[in-house]
């Protein structure tokens, strides 16, 4: 059975630009969660998605966006990059919505902004 | 928004040592996770337990719901447990706990 799958692994970009994260869950999983870790602040919460809603969002500025397809994969989007917003993205899925389910992670994407 | 508290923040032993790391909340939960991040290394879900004690191997999780604390026990320790262990309910992490078990 395959793992959770994020894509890209690495990305470089520039201040002010966007970029989309993608997270492809386990077969049959329908929640997927995304989390920003730093060394700075550790793992925080971004959101949550099952069947395609929105349960759950952290405290992050809108420039910080998600969806969820009918598939179950998601993706995020950071649009007017920062500096500060280099990080490892992760993802985790699971079988139900918090707080039911084991989680399940991603490799992550790690994001350098220059 | 609950708080998550981990003690200790570092943590060096000798291998074969009994290892506890802690954990406490501030607001009531439905379920605790216990994860472990090994350096550059991906996350992996160790337990998510909601009441009582778990074991798998070599590793047990325990969980008081009324004291808001779980701990995560590490018996005969070995180098290869070196790591870090993060509590979470899912929405709010522990900054981490870093293990380091020498030879």
């Known amino acids: 059975k395959a793992g959770v799958t994020q894509t890209p692994r690495y990305l470089i970009k520039t201040r002010g630009q966007q970029v989309t994260l993608s997270c492809s869950p386990i077969?049959?999983?329908?929640?997927v969660s995304w989390y920003q870790q730093t060394p700075g602040q550790g793992l925080q919460f971004l959101f949550e998605?099952?069947?395609?809603?929105?349960?759950n969002k952290g405290n992050f500025p809108g420039r910080f966006s998600g969806r969820q397809f009918s598939n179950s994969r998601s993706e995020m989007n950071v649009s007017t990059l920062e500096l500060g917003d280099s990080a490892l993205y992760l993802c985790?899925?699971?079988?139900?919505?918090?707080?039911?389910?084991?989680?399940?992670f991603g490799e992550g994407s790690r994001l350098t902004v220059l | 928004k609950n708080e998550v508290e981990q003690s200790p923040q570092n943590l060096t032993a000798q291998e074969g040592e009994f290892i506890t790391i802690n954990c406490s909340y501030s607001?009531?939960?439905?379920?605790l996770h216990w994860l472990q991040q090994h350096p550059g290394g991906g996350i992996v879900s160790l337990f998510m337990?909601?009441?009582g004690k778990k074991k798998h191997g070599r590793l047990i999780a325990t969980i008081n719901i009324q004291e808001k604390h779980s701990s995560l026990h590490i018996t005969a320790s070995h180098p290869r447990d070196s790591a870090v262990y993060i509590c979470?309910?899912?929405?709010?992490f522990g900054k981490g706990t870093h293990l380091i078990i020498q030879p």
């Open positions: 985790a899925s699971s079988l139900g919505v918090r707080p039911s389910g084991e989680l399940f």
């Open positions: 077969s049959g999983h329908r929640s």
């Open positions: 998605y099952f069947s395609e809603t929105q349960r």
């Open positions: 607001v009531g939960i439905s379920a």
């Open positions: 337990l909601s009441s």
């Open positions: 979470a309910d899912g929405l709010t």
